[in-house]
C-alpha cells in the first residue's frame, strides 16, 4: 500500500498565511496614511488589494486541503490497523 502524502509543503502553508497577513498589514498602513489620494496612491492600494485576494484565497486552499489530507491520513491509518493480522495465541 503506497503511503499518503501532502499536497502543502509546510513552506507553502506558512507562504499563504504570511501573503495574506502581509496584505492585510500594508493595506493598513496605507490607509493610515492616506489623507489625499493621488493617482501612484490608487495604484498602490490596487497592488495592495490584490495582493490581499490572492493571500485570501491561498489561505482558503491551503486550509481546505490540509483538512482533506489529515481526513485521508486518518482514513488510511484505520484502513491498516483493521488490516493487520492480529498474533492472538490460539
Known amino acids: 500500500m503506497q503511503r499518503y502524502r501532502k499536497r502543502n509543503t509546510p513552506a507553502f502553508t ?23 489620494l493621488q493617482l501612484n496612491e490608487k495604484g498602490y492600494y490596487i497592488a495592495v488589494m490584490i495582493l490581499v485576494a490572492v493571500g485570501a484565497i491561498l489561505t482558503q486552499k491551503v486550509t ?19 488490516n493487520l ?6
Request: glycine share 4%.
Open 14 to 36: 506558512v507562504l499563504a498565511y504570511f501573503t495574506f497577513f502581509a496584505g492585510i498589514f500594508l493595506f493598513s498602513i496605507g490607509l493610515y496614511n492616506a489623507d489625499s
Open 64 to 82: 481546505r486541503d490540509n483538512a482533506e489530507d489529515n481526513e485521508i491520513i486518518a482514513q488510511e491509518e484505520e484502513e491498516r490497523r483493521r
Open 85 to 90: 493480522p492480529t498474533n492472538k495465541a490460539e
